[in-house]
C-alpha cells in the first residue's frame, strides 16, 4: 500500500496533463450522447426508428438510456487509457526507471489506473448527478448493490485488456494504438449507443464475447427496465465468467510477454 501511495503521488504531474482542461472534459461527456438523441429524436418523429424495440418510450428515455452508458463506459475505457501514461514514460526515456524498479507492473497499473478513475469520477459528475436524479426513483437497495457488484466486476475484466495491452506495448512499441482502436470500436460494438441485438449477425457474435456488452445490458435493467438480451441470471453468470478470463488470461499474456522484453531488450520507443 505504501509503494501504491508513493507511486500515485509520483506521477501525479504525469497524470494531470491528461486532464488539465477540466472543463472541457467535464461537457464533453454530455456532447457524446447529442448526436445520437438528436438521431433518435428526429427518426422517431418520422416513424423510422421504433424506439419501443428495446422497451425505449420516448426520446427522454433513450437519453436516460444513453445517460447510463457513457457513465459505464467512462470507468470501463478509463484503464486502458493508462497505457499513455507508459507510452510517455517510453518516449521521454524513463521507461528503464520504470522497468527496473522493484514495484510489480500490477502495482504500476493500480497506481495509474487509481488516478485514471478519480479523473474519471470528477470529469463525469454531472453525468452522474443527472443519471441519478432522473432514475432515484427505480432504485431499490438490492438494485444498487447488484449495480455496484456489476460494476466491479466490469472494472476487472477491464484490467484483463489493460494487462495485454501493456504486454503487447512492450514488444510492438505502439500499444497506445491499439488503445484507440478498442476504444473506439468496442463502445459501439457493446451497446453504448443502441442494443447490440440490432447489430449484424456477425458483429452480433463479436459483442457477446465482451463481458461489458452484458454489463452496461444489466445496469440499463435495474435502472430502466429495459429489455435484456438473455435472461438477468444468465447474462450476469456471463458477465462474472467472461471476467474471470479475461483477467486471468490478462495476466499470464502479459507475464509471458514481459518475459520476452526482458530477454530480447525493448528498443525503438
Same mark, same amino acid.
Given at each position: 500500500m505504501v509503494a501504491i501511495l508513493g507511486l500515485l503521488k509520483a506521477n501525479f504531474k504525469t497524470s494531470t496533463r491528461?486532464?488539465?482542461?477540466?472543463?472541457?472534459?467535464? @461537457?464533453?461527456?454530455?456532447? =457524446?450522447?447529442?448526436? /445520437?438523441? %438528436?438521431?433518435?429524436?428526429?427518426?422517431?418523429?418520422r416513424g423510422i426508428l421504433p424506439l419501443n424495440l428495446f422497451n425505449i418510450k420516448s426520446i427522454y428515455d433513450y437519453i436516460k438510456y444513453m445517460l447510463i452508458g457513457v457513465c459505464y463506459w467512462g470507468y470501463v475505457e478509463v484503464l486502458w487509457s493508462t497505457i499513455f501514461m507508459l507510452r510517455d514514460y517510453m518516449k521521454i526515456g524513463q521507461f528503464e526507471d520504470i522497468f527496473a524498479s522493484p514495484l510489480k507492473a500490477s502495482q504500476n497499473i493500480l497506481g495509474w489506473s487509481i488516478m485514471g478513475i478519480s479523473r474519471v469520477t470528477i470529469e463525469s459528475l454531472p453525468l452522474i448527478f443527472i443519471t441519478v436524479f432522473?432514475?432515484?426513483?427505480?432504485?431499490?437497495l438490492i438494485n444498487f @448493490?447488484?449495480?455496484?457488484? =456489476?460494476?466491479?466486476? /466490469?472494472? %476487472?475484466a477491464s484490467f484483463g485488456m489493460t494487462f495485454i495491452i501493456f504486454g503487447i506495448t512492450l514488444i510492438f512499441k505502439d500499444g497506445d494504438q491499439l488503445a484507440s482502436l478498442i476504444g473506439n470500436s468496442t463502445p459501439f460494438l457493446c451497446g453504448l449507443y443502441f442494443p447490440v441485438t440490432l447489430l449484424p449477425l456477425g458483429l452480433?457474435?463479436?459483442?457477446?464475447?465482451?463481458?461489458?456488452?452484458?454489463g452496461i445490458d444489466i445496469i440499463r435493467n435495474l435502472l430502466l427496465n429495459t429489455n435484456t438480451i438473455l435472461n438477468f441470471k444468465y447474462e450476469f453468470i456471463l458477465l462474472f465468467?467472461?471476467?474471470l478470463i479475461y483477467i486471468t488470461f490478462g495476466i499470464i499474456i502479459y507475464k509471458k510477454l514481459e518475459f520476452k522484453a526482458r530477454k530480447i531488450g525493448v528498443k525503438g520507443f
Amino acid at each position: 500500500m505504501v509503494a501504491i501511495l508513493g507511486l500515485l503521488k509520483a506521477n501525479f504531474k504525469t497524470s494531470t496533463r491528461y486532464s488539465i482542461d477540466w472543463w472541457g472534459s467535464i @461537457i464533453s461527456p454530455l456532447f =457524446t450522447i447529442l448526436p /445520437s438523441a %438528436l438521431i433518435v429524436f428526429y427518426s422517431s418523429k418520422r416513424g423510422i426508428l421504433p424506439l419501443n424495440l428495446f422497451n425505449i418510450k420516448s426520446i427522454y428515455d433513450y437519453i436516460k438510456y444513453m445517460l447510463i452508458g457513457v457513465c459505464y463506459w467512462g470507468y470501463v475505457e478509463v484503464l486502458w487509457s493508462t497505457i499513455f501514461m507508459l507510452r510517455d514514460y517510453m518516449k521521454i526515456g524513463q521507461f528503464e526507471d520504470i522497468f527496473a524498479s522493484p514495484l510489480k507492473a500490477s502495482q504500476n497499473i493500480l497506481g495509474w489506473s487509481i488516478m485514471g478513475i478519480s479523473r474519471v469520477t470528477i470529469e463525469s459528475l454531472p453525468l452522474i448527478f443527472i443519471t441519478v436524479f432522473i432514475n432515484i426513483v427505480n432504485i431499490s437497495l438490492i438494485n444498487f @448493490i447488484l449495480i455496484i457488484c =456489476t460494476f466491479i466486476v /466490469s472494472i %476487472l475484466a477491464s484490467f484483463g485488456m489493460t494487462f495485454i495491452i501493456f504486454g503487447i506495448t512492450l514488444i510492438f512499441k505502439d500499444g497506445d494504438q491499439l488503445a484507440s482502436l478498442i476504444g473506439n470500436s468496442t463502445p459501439f460494438l457493446c451497446g453504448l449507443y443502441f442494443p447490440v441485438t440490432l447489430l449484424p449477425l456477425g458483429l452480433k457474435q463479436i459483442s457477446y464475447v465482451f463481458p461489458f456488452t452484458w454489463g452496461i445490458d444489466i445496469i440499463r435493467n435495474l435502472l430502466l427496465n429495459t429489455n435484456t438480451i438473455l435472461n438477468f441470471k444468465y447474462e450476469f453468470i456471463l458477465l462474472f465468467v467472461f471476467s474471470l478470463i479475461y483477467i486471468t488470461f490478462g495476466i499470464i499474456i502479459y507475464k509471458k510477454l514481459e518475459f520476452k522484453a526482458r530477454k530480447i531488450g525493448v528498443k525503438g520507443f
